[in-house]
């Protein structure tokens, strides 16, 4: 993969560095935070080669990689001049003002967990498999080595109030060095011991409960939450001489005791009744909730709403000792990576193979964006019947009552953790989601057109003199691509053609061929010809954005069309009144198929061919396709 290029691309997508508030990336996203969406053409970085996806969530705009999105993250701030962090930004302030709550709260769970998500699952799964040896008895309780090994893997949780207000302090725009300090002091030696023993100490008189808040979460997100109103006011009183030092001395001096005294406690108790609340539905209808959980956790994730379950799932592990929920977003996780396999074992288009392929490996490790974006909501039927699966898989795990002693990102490596309860009844259920998503996906979940021998776009396209030849779709003044007003275009990283001026109002099949991709905009279609050459008409630049007015679509996706057959009307004095370049692009988006594409000595046409493609030497041909789409 070209990352340089790809970054480049996506930039001009996106934008330019201009139109990017904030960005980062997590394990297979570049996530931004964009001053205004609408400059972003979703449309082309959707049809970049190396995008599997774009989403639009919790206030986020990303971009799906998958595996490489560190180096494209990192090619990208390169270009563009950008911090490169790997953190989650906190959210910019005009983003914060929007009335959306949801997606705020969203974004700041994100935020707050997100920067030691992969060390929060290491330290989990480094736990489950002390668990495991001592099981296995290749090791016991008391040698030094368990000690030192779960020492390192419980100290994370231990001290979840230190990492949870530096995270949470740096979302809210307030110090995060006061707000870990307010973490540490919740853990401060004499202080537990004291509360441990049920010890009621005294501030001024006034009555601190004894609560432990080694490994909690709640309490130390709503004393942050405090401080982001106690800091800027404290910030207008202080002249800006003193600031520096006597800001964070009076934050602490404020924060921790009313922390201990009123915040700590009511966070107790929010925490109390979640957990207590979570387990009553769980047994009150475990089925239910297996059902639940294991067939829409993945739909979760693809709205981003995800997140909201993290405090939930955090909070059992320190209110009950475990988390019943875990096991069951297991099932979910491993449903797409089977529904993946299942594609990979029958799919005959090769790039969907390689992707499947790919795809399914990830997601037995619990990254299933490339599966779900690029594999099994692609081509639907996969993702329904993982969704089924999941289900199933996710109602015999909770029947089970299998517990997660530790917290880990749910995967095959999640399984160690799993060993203390219940843990037969995962593996079946693990079994059912995975093993039945793939067989079935392959029997009924691959469409003909992925599994046909009839692909005849994965062969080399030539025609029978040896050939292609393309037609001009509408009438008018040729020039070259490398012209046109759209950087990504122009560069040819979509692929070559030629792009025309046009003198009248309808686009026409340049070739017989089927449609393979209709937009709802009308501004632009792919087909591929009976040879075999993927084909991309767009009509005028960044028409995307006059959502479908002035243009009129007359086919439809998979129709077979012949040569001069009317595909779209447009208007394109009324497009270019708007303010809109009216000039169309024809790209031969697989290009690399052949040997060259070269247009016609006219500089004008009246639909007689005008590009000729030649295929390239059998032994050099390169079946690596790119999507006829934008």
């Not at 988006?589 to 030649?614: I, Q, R, S």
């Amino acid at each position: 993969m070209d990352y340089q290029g790809l970054a480049q691309q996506v930039l001009a997508g996106v934008g330019g560095k201009s139109n990017i508030s904030k960005v980062w990336h997590c394990a297979t996203r570049l996530r931004f935070y964009l001053n205004d969406e609408k400059k972003a053409d979703t449309k082309k970085i959707d049809a970049l080669a190396g995008v599997i996806t774009v989403v639009q969530s919790a206030g986020q705009y990303q971009v799906v990689i998958g595996n490489s999105v560190a180096k494209v993250y990192d090619a990208l701030v390169d270009l563009a001049g950008l911090e490169n962090t790997d953190e989650q930004p906190a959210v910019p302030a005009e983003a914060a003002n929007k009335p959306n709550l949801i997606n705020r709260f969203i974004g700041f769970i994100s935020g707050v967990f997100l920067p030691f998500l992969g060390a929060l699952a290491g330290a989990g799964i480094l736990k489950g498999f002390l668990a495991l040896f001592v099981a296995l008895g290749w090791m016991t309780e008391k040698s030094g080595q368990y000690q030192i090994w779960y020492a390192a893997g419980a100290a994370i949780f231990y001290a979840f109030p230190v990492f949870l207000g530096f995270t949470a302090a740096k979302q809210l725009k307030v110090n995060q060095f006061v707000g870990a300090s307010i973490g540490a002091a919740l853990l401060y030696p004499s202080l537990v011991a004291a509360f441990a023993k049920g010890t009621t100490m005294h501030f001024f008189g006034i009555p601190v409960v004894p609560t432990t808040y080694t490994t909690t979460v709640i309490p130390i997100l709503l004393s942050i939450w405090a401080l982001s109103y106690i800091e800027p006011l404290l910030k207008k009183l202080m002249p800006e001489a003193i600031r520096n030092v006597f800001v964070p001395m009076l934050s602490l001096m404020i924060m921790v005791p009313l922390t201990l005294i009123v915040v700590g406690p009511i966070g107790a108790l929010i925490g109390n009744a979640l957990a207590t609340g979570v387990m009553a539905v769980y047994h009150f209808a475990p089925i239910i909730a297996g059902i639940i959980m294991g067939a829409f956790w993945q739909v979760f994730v693809i709205f981003g709403v995800h997140w909201t379950f993290m405090p939930l799932i955090m909070n059992n592990f320190t209110k009950l000792g475990y988390d019943p929920l875990t096991p069951i977003i297991c099932a979910a996780v491993l449903s797409q990576a089977g529904a993946a396999f299942g594609v990979f074992m029958k799919s005959r288009n090769k790039k969907m193979k390689s992707l499947a392929g790919s795809s399914a490996l990830s997601g037995l490790f619990g990254i299933t964006e490339p599966a779900i974006y690029g594999v099994t909501l692609k081509l639907k039927k996969p993702f329904y019947i993982a969704v089924a699966s999941g289900a199933v898989g996710g109602a015999i795990i909770s029947i089970s009552g299998v517990h997660a002693s530790s917290f880990t990102m749910p995967s095959l490596l999640s399984l160690p953790t799993f060993l203390d309860h219940g843990f037969m009844g995962e593996i079946i259920g693990l079994t059912v989601a995975t093993v039945g998503a793939a067989m079935i996906t392959y029997f009924f979940g691959v469409p003909d057109d992925q599994s046909s021998e009839q692909l005849k776009n994965e062969n080399q396209p030539k025609n029978s003199n040896g050939t292609d030849e393309i037609k001009a779709p509408v009438e008018g003044t040729i020039i070259p691509l490398t012209s046109v007003k759209d950087e990504v275009f122009a560069s040819e990283a979509m692929g070559k053609g030629l792009a025309i001026v046009p003198s009248n109002d309808e686009v026409v099949a340049p070739a017989n061929g089927t449609i393979s991709a209709v937009y709802p905009t009308g501004h632009a279609l792919g087909m591929i010809d009976d040879s075999g050459a993927e084909i991309l008409i767009h009509i005028g630049i960044n028409t995307v954005e006059l959502k479908g007015k002035y243009f009129k679509t007359l086919v439809k996706q998979n129709e077979h069309v012949t040569a001069g057959q009317p595909l779209v009307k447009f208007d394109r004095e009324k497009i270019a009144a708007a303010g809109y370049d009216t000039t169309v692009m024809v790209i031969i988006t697989n290009t690399n198929h052949y040997g060259a594409v070269e247009p016609t000595a006219a500089t004008e046409t009246d639909h007689n061919w005008f590009l000729k493609l030649a295929p390239k030497p059998a032994a050099a041909a390169n079946t690596k396709g790119v999507p006829a789409n934008v």
